[in-house]
């Protein structure tokens, strides 16, 4: 009995010795010396998403005329992309400015919830804006009450516990494992497969999950935006005027760009790990992964900024405002 009971007191510390209680997270390896010139793109990307951001959700709340659904889920994507960058962009300008690397084990869990749930979300929102156009173009008369505010947001409710329902299992499949090979993560934010690949235990589960969940967003996501975008193409092609063509192909040219700037880099990622893991070096790997978080965030306010007329009108309308307010005072 005493030596079955200090069996299982031992078994006990050592699991518990098996569960770290930080991370490392080694920035890029291999390019240790360029850090601070990585560093440079990476913050001017952040500044330019969150000031891009935050401004078109300051537009969309105080200008009426933007209160319309196309515009409701272009705030969900400013919000999703905030949450997106700024889980991660500040801990990895820690790291290649400062060197501050350590990262508590929780902490880890944490940062690798939100990053998953939320970039899950962003491809759940794209679809949702899909969905947008081909009512707006295909049943233009039903638009207004097809899509009310109720339904709006039950979609977003829905994308959002969507992706939180999905990713929560991530953080207990990781937790569960044991971690014998160090601590150390060849990257600059806490990945699902980062982590799981320090564990000397069985991940096998974490795999099967992990791809399961892919396929279940980026898979239904991009076939409901495949078939909106057919069903479009052969709504606009019908129209008789040039004139209405040229209107329905531009309402969409924004969302599309969206699109490309959000899903290039997945596919990238995707298929070079898939088919190019042994020939192309992590540190590619690595920065198109931050590529990947940090391009839609600060690309999309711009994009819609320059390609949608309503946004480009209110902020004039804004600009010659404070040029009036300016000119009265002197």
């Known amino acids: 009995m005493i030596n079955d009971h200090s069996s299982l007191m031992m078994l006990m510390l050592n699991?518990?010795?098996?569960?770290?209680?930080?991370?490392?997270?080694?920035?890029?390896?291999?390019?240790?010396?360029?850090?601070?010139?990585?560093?440079?793109?990476?913050?001017?990307?952040y500044i330019v998403a969150m000031v891009g951001n935050c401004g078109l959700l300051y537009l969309i709340h105080y200008e009426d005329s933007l209160h319309r659904p196309m515009y409701y889920f272009?705030?969900?994507?400013?919000?999703?992309?905030?949450?997106?960058?700024?889980?991660?962009?500040?801990?990895?300008?820690?790291?290649?400015?400062?060197?501050?690397?350590?990262?508590?084990?929780?902490?880890?869990?944490?940062?690798?919830?939100?990053?998953?749930?939320?970039t899950g979300m962003e491809s759940g929102v794209l679809m949702l804006m899909a969905l947008d156009r081909y009512v707006a173009i295909c049943y233009p008369l039903h638009y207004s009450t097809a899509l009310t505010n109720s339904v709006i947001a039950k979609a977003g409710l829905s994308t959002?516990?969507?992706?939180?329902?999905?990713?929560?299992?991530?953080?207990?499949?990781?937790?569960?494992?044991?971690?014998?090979?160090?601590?150390?993560?060849p990257?600059?934010?806490?990945?699902?497969?980062?982590?799981?690949?320090?564990?000397?235990?069985?991940?096998?589960?974490?795999?099967?999950?992990?791809?399961?969940?892919?396929?279940?967003?980026?898979?239904?996501?991009?076939?409901?935006?495949?078939?909106?975008?057919?069903?479009?193409?052969?709504?606009?092609?019908?129209?008789?005027?040039?004139?209405?063509r040229q209107k329905a192909f531009s309402t969409c040219t924004a969302h599309i760009c969206a699109i490309v700037f959000s899903y290039s880099p997945a596919f990238f990622s995707f298929f070079s790990h898939l088919f190019g893991g042994h020939t192309i070096p992590p540190s590619c790997h690595i920065i198109v992964a931050n590529i990947y978080l940090l391009l839609p965030p600060a690309m999309n306010p711009v994009v819609y900024g320059v390609k949608t007329k309503q946004i480009r009108d209110c902020i004039v309308k804004i600009l010659l405002g404070s040029k009036d307010i300016k000119s009265q005072s002197i």
């Open 187 to 244: 990257h600059t934010y806490c990945d699902h497969m980062s982590v799981a690949k320090l564990s000397c235990g069985d991940i096998k589960v974490n795999v099967v999950y992990g791809l399961t969940v892919a396929l279940l967003i980026g898979s239904f996501d991009i076939l409901c935006i495949t078939i909106s975008y057919t069903m479009i193409l052969r709504a606009v092609v019908s129209l008789s005027s040039a004139d209405a």
């Open 74 to 118: 272009l705030a969900m994507l400013s919000l999703t992309d905030l949450f997106i960058c700024s889980s991660t962009i500040p801990k990895a300008l820690s790291i290649l400015w400062f060197h501050f690397k350590e990262i508590s084990f929780d902490g880890c869990l944490v940062q690798m919830f939100f990053v998953h749930t939320f």
């Open 160 to 185: 959002f516990l969507r992706g939180v329902l999905l990713i929560i299992p991530f953080t207990f499949l990781t937790k569960r494992l044991p971690y014998c090979r160090g601590n150390i993560i």
């Open 15 to 45: 699991q518990t010795d098996l569960t770290p209680g930080s991370f490392i997270l080694n920035g890029i390896p291999g390019l240790e010396d360029m850090h601070m010139w990585i560093s440079f793109p990476f913050c001017s990307m």
